[in-house]
């Protein structure tokens, strides 16, 4: 398996966990849960993604704004997962929240998966495109 493999593997999850979290209504135990599961699984892999997958591209004349431009995405997302978790989760506000940033985390994946794997795959090896995975593969497993 190869880095982008790796990374959409955990893409998937993150959207079928955000269609989950933003058909849930109320201060209900499956909006808990499903929130709970959304927010770790988003702060892990931007974790697992910045250490392993951004680093080595960050230090690419070809690639560095496109780096920096995909960790200040990570770091909107946090300030959203923030304002979220400070909502109270029966108030409508909460559900407006979630959506936008599962609208962000959408437009963030679409980004990687449509231009930015396109062009670090021109930088990588395929051999490097396979360690990158997995010392990624590696950092999830860490905090799974």
Not at 5 to 25: F, G, M, N, P, Y
Not at 87 to 99: E, Q, R
């Amino acid at each position: 398996m190869n880095i982008f493999e790796a990374i959409r593997k955990d893409h998937d999850k993150q959207r079928e966990l955000c269609r989950l979290v933003t058909s849930t209504s109320g201060d209900s135990k499956g909006r808990k849960e499903m929130w709970e599961k959304l927010k770790h699984e988003l702060q892990i892999h931007a974790d697992a993604e910045e250490r392993t997958f951004y680093s080595p591209l960050i230090h690419n004349d070809m690639m560095q704004e496109h780096a920096r431009h995909g960790i200040a995405e990570h770091h909107e997302m946090d300030e959203l997962i923030e304002k979220i978790n400070e909502t109270d989760m029966d108030s409508p506000a909460w559900l407006v929240y979630a959506k936008q940033l599962c609208e962000k985390v959408e437009h963030h994946l679409d980004d990687e998966e449509h231009s930015f794997f396109q062009l670090a795959g021109k930088v990588f090896s395929e051999t490097q495109k396979t360690a990158i995975a997995k010392d990624y593969l590696e950092e999830m497993k860490k905090h799974r």
